[in-house]
């Protein structure tokens, strides 16, 4: 059974066992007792740290593989490509792309009217407090390190990036000792990615643990009480996912979506389960450069950025949440207060990091820009979590889907690799080699 395959049944097992823990618990049909040593000894003992041990090991690979990887990148667009211009058009794609999905977001829910007519109530129990937000100056002077380890240690992507680019085009301009230093990172990139796909073989048990623990603590009931604002947001993450990027894909580079869709699954899968996109860029990056084709060079510098800066999903979700926090709270913001939305939500996306919940404190950001109370965060957190996971999962989709793009505009896709099937078989080193040797 190939990698992927494994890595989905986890999914689904973990989602299930997840559910009926939840289900035993809340239910207490096996009496107390049982139902307390379940809990404290597989969701909160065993899922738990299998869980925690599983993302650990990911990010692990994260500070490292990106530094490395962009050195090597960096160092062979010094030679031949322009930086300049290959940066403007991922930053414009990333750009595009939020500003597509907010306002996807935004149509969808002013036409269905998720917030009309629900309970106030809910907002009663549970209380936010907004994290302040930094402001822009501070945003973009921090994204030059003054001190690269400290970077690699606070694992700052811009500020890792900036400082990888720097590096790999002062060694392509080297000469021999760059050579030398060239040959290094290279080799040194391939074990990287090698320990990534040695971590992967435990994939499926990590997935599985953080999916069980998780289901299993889920408070389900606000789903029940915000189905509208759930379902809205799940429609147009889907929308956005399977019909946007298959129409950008298909029209700016002729390559097919399904292809792309099919081999991310595994990407997709981690990004759901970890909700986090930074923790899965290692598995993401491998993903576009062995199964999608996509060269080191651009993916190097297109997904660590992409997974910092380019967050569809959180876009979408915070448009149907502010369209339906103002229809419950029966403020009308008018047309200027959806375009101050669109903007403020496509700036913030680039000051904030991939890491779970990072949503709800922009979500804050947008809120306060337009004059809506900030209470309503509190209502959509009880349903955040969840979408949290499957935002994600477009999150990284979205990057893949603009690295493809531009890989192919700049003559750096490989559509032989794009185009085969038997990325899973052992004869292509399965998944990114994890099952070779
Ligand atoms: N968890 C998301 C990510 O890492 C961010 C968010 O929407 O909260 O991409």
Redesign the pocket.
Known sequence: MGLTTRILIAMLAGIVVGVLFNFLNTSQVLGAGATDLVHRYLTEGLFDVVGRIFIASLKLMVVPLVLVSLVCGACALSEGHRIGPLAGKTLLLYLLTTAVAISLALLVALVIQPGVGVDMSLAKDVTFEAKESPPLSEVLVNIFPTNPVEAMARGNMLQIIVFALLMGYAVARCGEPGKRMAGFFNDLNEVILRMVGVLMVFAPYGVFALLAKTFATLGFDFLLQLAKYFSVVLCVLLLHALGVYSLLLKLLSGLNPIELFKKMRPAMAF?FST????ATIPVTLATVEKRLGVDNKIAAFTVPLG?TIN?D??AI?QGVATVFISQMYGIDIGLTGYLTVILTATLASIGTA???????IMLAMVLQQVGLPLEGIAIVMGVDRLL?MV??AV??TGDSVVSTIVAKSEGALSEETFNDRNYDSVANGGFMGASAN
């Open positions: 990004a909700a986090s996109s930074a997974a967050m999903g959180t979700m991939g890491v779970p919940g990072v949503g709800l949290d935002r994600t999150n990284i």
